[in-house]
């Protein structure tokens, strides 16, 4: 297994979650490591991404909302979500980013409640 979330759950309009990703020391130590999604009925997208160096960048829907960070010594990232919404709720996954590296994980269900 080279990924392994946790975090999601369920949460009303407005909530808040942390969601973490432990990964393989050879994914993590060369890669830029992202967050992804997948709603239903939707393709997987890329929300959150961050460098080794720890520079960050967002799509414009969870920008001021989500912040990802990374451990490098605990291989692991997170995503702090902030003021979620509804359009939110997905199964979230990490792996290296912009291009996927290794296989999904089984990923984290987040909903969110109107």
């Known amino acids: 297994v080279q990924v392994v979330e946790s975090g999601g759950g369920l949460v009303q309009d407005g909530g808040t979650l942390r969601l973490s990703c432990t990964a393989s020391?050879?994914?993590?130590?060369?890669?830029?490591m992202g967050w992804y999604r997948q709603a239903p009925g939707k393709q997987r997208e890329l929300v959150a991404a961050?460098?080794?160096?720890?520079?960050?960048n967002y799509t414009d829907s969870v920008k001021g909302r989500f912040t990802i960070s990374r451990d490098n010594r605990k291989n692991t990232v997170y995503l702090q979500m902030n003021s979620l919404k509804p359009e939110d709720t997905a199964v979230y996954y990490c792996?290296?980013?912009?291009?996927?590296?290794?296989?999904w994980g089984q990923g984290t269900q987040v909903t969110v409640s109107s």
């Open positions: 792996n290296a980013a912009p291009r996927p590296q290794t296989s």
């Open positions: 020391r050879s994914i993590f130590r060369i890669n830029a």
């Open positions: 961050i460098t080794t160096g720890g520079s960050t």
